[in-house]
């Protein structure tokens, strides 16, 4: 007997059940069920038919090791300042045993042509701060390359985590990238990889957006060069996903940022405790309801501005032992082979 697949229409008396949806294990139709846990590995596309035919109320552990929930770190390297103030980051997930996916972007660090804009942010000693004498980069300093300062990277292999490309040229990236053509697309990605392969000896298969900036064009152009991955969106409380261009699913998988960072809720106008209680509240309720989670760090933010808070998130919400801290593409990986 062929089992009916996921979408198969069940009969009114089971409506109830249908709408408990396997990849939100949160829902109402879940919390007070008499249910069981099962860990959803290769096969479970297999077990998804077999449960969604028997119309069973299930319970899935979704992710490896019996883990309760996904927490995901992205550190993105966009200036010569993110690459000299790494090492305080790679102590602290050394400490905590977190893996993490560094985001480097490739061409000239310009930073200092936003100077204008930095001086009229309400929080622009913070910001100065960040960027120290970076902000000079392509005003009274010479524009360099990034990814010749990302002096790391090896240790950063050797620790186990990940090195994905975070583009070309970031500051025009964000500015001109969404009204590229196929072409420009096409030629801005493959300068980025040119740059990433020479210093680094290998071709990255995770990819993320500077200022989360993707068109359709930048996205086709990720397609045709191969990449696993990227994270190109934020969405807050999201999951993984893949992405569409005029209907049609793209081999990637998209993992989005899921929460605002410290310094983001700053400039909104959090004082600084309330905005780590803002994301230690996100954070928790993500591993309450077992779910993934997605934050992102720059550098130079951490090592300069606020040294403390990342320890603090990581010893009050990470410490239990029950969370998976994998890299994107680890995560990428897990998730796309469970997907019905």
Known sequence: MELPRP???????SKQDSNMRLRKPTEPA??????????????????????????????????????????????????????????????????????ATFFVATGRDDSGRNMPKALSRADRGKYLRRYGLGLLRGLLLPSASVEDAFLSWREILEMGHEIGLHGYWHRNWIRNAQRWSMEDAEGNIGKGLGLFVRSFGFKPVGFAAPGFVASQNVLMALQKN????????????????????????????EMPVTCPTLEELIFQGFSEEKALEFIKKNLDHTIKTGG??????????????????????????????????????EAAEWWKRGTP
């Open 226 to 253: 191969g990449f696993v991955y990227t994270s190109n969106s934020k969405l807050e409380n999201g999951e993984p996903l893949q992405p569409r261009v005029d209907g049609k699913k793209l081999s990637f998988v």
């Open 292 to 329: 993934y989670f997605c934050y992102y760090v720059h550098p130079s933010f951490e090592a300069y501005v606020a040294p403390d808070y990342l320890e603090r998130l990581f010893s009050d919400q990470l410490s239990n032992g029950d969370i998976w801290t994998p890299t994107l593409r």
């Open 30 to 99: 879940l919390e007070n069920a008499n249910s069981y846990w099962i860990s959803l590995y290769p096969n479970r596309r297999l077990v998804y038919q077999i449960l969604h035919a028997m119309k069973s109320k299930v319970r899935f552990m979704r992710w490896p090791h019996n883990c309760q929930a996904c927490f995901c770190l992205r550190v993105d390297i966009d200036t010569i300042r993110d690459a000299e103030a790494i090492q305080a980051v790679l102590n602290l997930l050394k400490d905590c045993d977190v893996k």
């Open 7 to 13: 979408e198969t229409k069940l009969s009114n008396a």
